[in-house]
């Protein structure tokens, strides 16, 4: 019998360890730790100034850290730029368009840039204007081109020397719905073709369906890292239900109150009544049986939905932890 052969563990795409980057006395990021693993769409969120484009300037190679360490996939940032740099396609938050230029000289420019042989050029110009979409534009002068489809050009010039990593700095800021659906599909393509993906937002809910895991940062600190549906359980003070009853709500109100399981009872404007319940995956069977119990009759119990925006508003406020 032959033994299997062992495999080394796979090197995350992304690594930080107590990154942290000032900027004179003003701590923009403070002993960051994050593992973005291959083949992710990770969404990192932030208020403005929590310290998205610190980071990724730093993973990106052009702003040194002031103490820890990074590593894209398994290289140092700081002592393996040439390497990082071909790993990765990073596009900035504000990055200026050449207006006067047309789209392919544009692409063929930066692919030039990579040393791209000129007999290969044109194959790989038209490879990324396919993938972001816009081979009708190819002719097109910048200038000319929606916000949308320049968001999308930035794109494709990332993509030009086929990085594995991708950094978007708020590659959705600015967009109409089309246009940022039409860009959040673009890198969905991107992920099923094996790239790893991190987008930043000060928008949560921008991500929340597009990304399998996202981190949150306020004020240079790490306050969640995980799957995005991880967010609601992790961060949210127990579960929320809404009961309705016909007859006598106040009583209702007082069994809801006196249920071991509950952390709050408040009546709402419209009669119904809100439950907190503590606990990972709250069952409302026992307030269920109590109202009944108590003579009362059950007309509705459902779940509250609480958005992810509303979460992300009490964590940056301060109001959970
Ligand atoms: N070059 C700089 N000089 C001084 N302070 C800076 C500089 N760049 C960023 N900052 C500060 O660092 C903090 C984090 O900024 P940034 O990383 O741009 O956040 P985000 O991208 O999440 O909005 C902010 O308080 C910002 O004002
Ligand atoms: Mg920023």
Redesign the pocket.
Known sequence: MSTPPITPPAVPAVQTQALSRA??E?K?LEALDLVVNRGDLFGFI??????????LRILATFLPPSAGSAFVLGHNVVSSVNEVRRLIGYMP?FFGVYKEMEVTEYLDFFGACYRIPSSKRDKTVADVLELVGLTEKRGALIGALSRGMQQRLGLARVLIHDPQLLLL?EPASGLDPRARIEMMAVLQELQRMGKTIII?S?ILSELQSLCNRVAIIER?RLIYAGPTQGIRSQMEQGFAFLIAVSGDVPAALEICRRQPETLSASLRDDGRIQVRLSGDTPDPSGLAAALVGGGLRLTGLREEEVGLEEVFMRVTRGETQ
């Open positions: 900027y004179g003003m923009a932030g208020s403005n100034g929590a310290g998205k484009t610190t980071t938050d700095d930043s000060h240079g």
